[in-house]
């Protein structure tokens, strides 16, 4: 929990994609509680105080750059984007169409280069110039069944690292957040599809060294940390939250 007096954030002001629910709801509180001043996009922007929704679609350029421009006319200027907004797929290569695959690719990659590329303006004359991507374990490690969302997020870490080598010398810093399997209602609602949805849960549970899901909180506090600028120094990171799924490789339990 963040205590009262932590205002890591004060004065600075925020964005955050796919803000409504789930990780951006979570990091979008957790930046308001840190002191930022946080405008949430999202599709149905309904959010709470302190913060404050625009309606916003990732993959329709003018919706972008009229949320961009909305959100720096009441911020005062933007200092963080939290490049949040995306969604899942399941199968394999030729599970889904074509449509499928621009669908994915066009919310999950290309709705982060619009974002950014509407906020550049902004974050060039911000002192404290940070862009956060949520990606994916996905990224890194091969996982059955999610080939054109993991094509989707492998794009997100390439993109992340090649904005953090355009921007660097701009003053504007690019990271990177790679969570394992979370808690959140996606996946809420993919275990509900399931047919027997408490032992897809075991099993996503299973594949993760710490035996359980990444909580949408941790997932926040890492991307606050990528944010602040307590992390100065860091460009062009990916931050791993996933239960140590990446880089362990533990036996296999005994019974």
């Not at 006319?73 to 963080?80: M, N, R, V």
């Not at 949520?134 to 690292?161: E, F, H, W």
């Not at 600028?229 to 490789?249: E, I, W």
């Amino acid at each position: 929990m963040t205590s009262p007096q932590d205002n890591t954030f004060t004065g600075l002001r925020a964005v955050v994609t796919g803000g409504a629910s789930g990780l951006g709801l979570a990091a979008a509180t957790l930046l308001a509680a840190r002191g930022a001043q946080v405008v949430v996009f999202d599709l149905k922007p309904d959010v709470a105080e302190p913060l404050t929704g625009i309606a916003a679609d990732v993959t329709d350029d003018a919706s972008v750059r009229s949320a961009i421009a909305a959100a720096a006319l009441q911020l005062g200027g933007i200092d963080i984007v939290v490049n949040n907004a995306g969604i899942g797929a399941q199968g394999n290569v030729a599970a889904n169409d074509d449509d499928e695959w621009h669908r994915v690719l066009d919310v999950n990659v290309v709705g982060i280069a619009r974002v950014t590329r509407a906020a550049l303006p902004y974050l060039r004359k911000s002192s404290a110039a940070a862009i956060v991507n949520t990606c994916s374990i996905a990224a890194t490690a091969g996982l059955p069944n999610r080939a054109v969302y993991s094509a989707s997020k492998g794009a997100v870490l390439a993109l992340t690292m090649a904005m953090a080598a355009d921007h660097v010398r701009e003053g504007i810093r690019v990271n990177c957040v790679n969570p394992g399997t979370a808690d959140t209602p996606w996946v809420g609602r993919l275990l509900d599809s399931a047919a027997d949805p408490e032992a897809e849960r075991a099993s996503l549970e299973a594949r993760q060294p710490m035996g359980r899901l990444v909580s949408a909180e941790e997932v926040a506090h890492a991307i606050a940390y990528l944010a602040s600028p307590l992390s100065g120094s860091t460009t062009g990171t990916a931050l791993a939250v996933d239960g140590g799924m990446q880089g362990l490789r533990l036996p296999a339990a005994r019974s």
